[in-house]
């Protein structure tokens, strides 16, 4: 099957709606339990990095960029160098360490 993956537009919501809501019924997907308009799905993620896979008679699959606040790095050998890492590491991430207590 051929797609474009080009950048989401508000006429595309119909069919990136009817995608969320397959996923809302698996129970799985997300907290939410209902699917949001546009207006609200709109307001409340980031303008960046909004993607569609179009086909011609629609959207056969949709992303998004996540805003991460914190992220810690789990299930990591002994070998591994920590100061090294952690100077590599962007500010919102660190390696998880025995008794982190994330609040």
Same mark, same amino acid.
Request: glycine residues 10%; charged residues 20%.
């Given at each position: ?8 537009q $508000?006429? *595309?919501?119909?069919? /990136?709606?009817?995608? =969320? ?5 698996? @129970? *799985? ?6 699917? $949001? ?9 980031? $303008?960046?990095?909004?993607? &569609?896979?179009?086909?011609? !008679? @629609?959207?056969? @699959? ?5 805003? &991460?606040?914190?992220? #810690?790095? /789990?299930?990591?050998?002994?070998? %591994? !160098? #920590?100061?090294?890492?952690?100077a590599? %590491?962007?500010?919102?991430?660190? $390696?998880? =360490? ?6």
């Amino acid at each position: 099957m051929d797609f474009v993956i080009e950048s989401m537009q $508000p006429h *595309d919501w119909e069919f /990136v709606r009817g995608i =969320y809501l397959e996923g809302l019924a698996t @129970g *799985d997907a997300t907290f939410e339990t209902e699917a $949001p308009s546009w207006e609200q799905w709109d307001a409340g993620h980031s $303008p960046n990095c909004r993607l &569609v896979a179009r086909i011609p !008679d @629609g959207v056969l @699959g949709w992303a998004r960029e996540l805003r &991460v606040g914190q992220l #810690y790095l /789990v299930h990591m050998g002994n070998g %591994l !160098d #920590y100061r090294s890492l952690i100077a590599e %590491l962007p500010d919102w991430a660190a $390696p998880a =360490y025995d008794g982190l207590e994330i609040a």
